[in-house]
C-alpha cells in the first residue's frame, strides 16, 4: 500500500511539473552564441535606425553582446550599445537551440534579473527603454508594453491605433514607476496573457520578488482596466503579425549615452511558481 501511494505521489508530482514549466531559457553557462537562445542581436546597423544623419554612423563601432563574470552571479550576458549607436538589443525568444514563439491564448511569465550602467560613467537622465514586448508590422500598437529608464523605471502599455497617426506617446500610458539607481541588480518577473481583443490581455508585474499595484499613472489618450486590487491591468497585448521580446537599450534619446545592459537567469515559465 505504501509503495502503491508513492507511485501515486510521483505520478501527480511530475505531471504538475510538467504543467507548470520553464519553456525558455537563456543560460550563458551553456552557450556563449547569441543565436542558441535568441533570434537575432540588433545591433542599429542599418540606415533607419540612425541617431544624427540617415544611414550607419561614420565610426562608431557596432553594438555587441558577450558573456561576462559577475563577482555575486557568476556568468551574465552583457550587451554594449557605443555612443550615437540607436539600438542594442536581443530580440525574439527563437534561438536554434532553445526557442519559443508566443501565440494568441498564451500565458507567460517572463523573468530575468538586470542591472545598467554607462562606460563613462554618465547619469542616465533622458528615457530610453530597455524591454520591448514588441509587435511585427503591420501593427495597431508598435509595442504593446515596454520598460523605460531615466533614473526611474516605468512600465508603460500602449493603446492600438486604429484610425490613423495618433503618436506614441499620446497612447502611452504608465502602469508603474520606481526610482534604481545604475549599478544596481534587479529582478523583474512580467506576466503576459497574450490576446488581441481590447482589454482581452492580462498584465501583472513583480519587481524584486513582490507583486506591484498597477495604476494609469500618467496617461493621454488611452489607460487600461484595472482589478479592484490593481494588482492585474486587463490591455491588449497581441498586435500585429506576431509579438516578441527584445532586451537591450534602445531610442533616439539612447543616443547620447555609451550604455551597458546586463542580464541573468532570463526565462520563460508558465506559472508564477516555475520562475520564481
Known amino acids: 500500500m505504501k509503495q502503491l501511494l508513492l507511485i501515486l505521489f510521483l505520478f501527480t508530482f511530475n505531471i504538475s511539473s510538467l504543467s507548470a514549466q520553464i519553456i525558455w531559457s537563456a ?10 537562445f535568441f533570434k537575432r542581436l540588433d545591433t542599429g546597423n542599418y540606415p533607419q535606425d540612425y541617431c544624427v544623419s540617415r544611414g550607419d554612423e561614420k565610426g562608431v563601432p557596432s553594438s555587441s553582446a558577450k558573456i561576462a563574470q559577475d563577482p555575486e552571479l557568476g556568468s551574465i550576458w552583457k550587451i554594449h550599445k557605443p555612443l ?3 539600438r542594442a538589443e536581443f530580440a525574439r525568444f527563437e534561438g536554434t537551440v532553445n526557442a519559443l514563439s508566443p501565440k494568441e491564448g498564451d500565458d507567460l511569465y517572463i523573468s530575468w534579473q538586470w542591472k545598467i550602467d ?6 542616465i537622465d533622458k528615457e530610453i527603454t ?8 503591420p501593427h495597431h500598437q508598435n509595442y504593446p508594453l515596454n520598460l523605460e529608464y531615466d533614473g526611474e523605471l516605468t512600465l ?3 493603446g492600438a491605433n486604429y484610425k490613423g497617426k495618433v503618436s506614441q ?7 508603474w514607476r520606481k526610482a534604481v539607481p545604475q549599478g544596481e541588480w534587479v529582478s523583474f518577473i512580467v506576466r503576459i496573457k497574450v490576446d488581441k481583443n481590447d482589454f482581452g490581455g492580462i ?3 513583480w519587481f524584486n520578488g513582490v507583486q506591484q499595484a498597477l495604476d494609469n499613472k500618467q496617461s493621454k489618450l488611452y489607460q ?7 494588482k492585474t491591468a486587463f490591455h491588449r497585448t497581441n498586435d500585429g503579425k506576431f509579438v516578441y521580446p527584445k532586451w537591450g537599450a534602445y531610442n533616439k534619446k539612447s543616443c547620447k549615452y555609451a550604455v551597458n545592459t546586463y542580464y541573468h537567469d532570463m526565462k520563460v515559465g508558465t506559472s508564477l511558481d516555475s520562475v520564481m
Open 27 to 36: 543560460e550563458p553557462t551553456k552557450s556563449a552564441q547569441v543565436s542558441d
Open 84 to 86: 550615437n549607436r540607436k
Open 118 to 123: 554607462t562606460l563613462d560613467g554618465a547619469k
Open 130 to 137: 530597455v524591454f520591448q514586448w514588441k509587435s511585427a508590422s
Open 156 to 158: 508603460n502599455a500602449f
Open 169 to 175: 506617446s499620446a497612447r502611452r500610458t504608465v502602469l
Open 203 to 205: 498584465v501583472q508585474f
Open 224 to 230: 487600461v482596466k484595472l482589478s479592484d486590487d490593481k
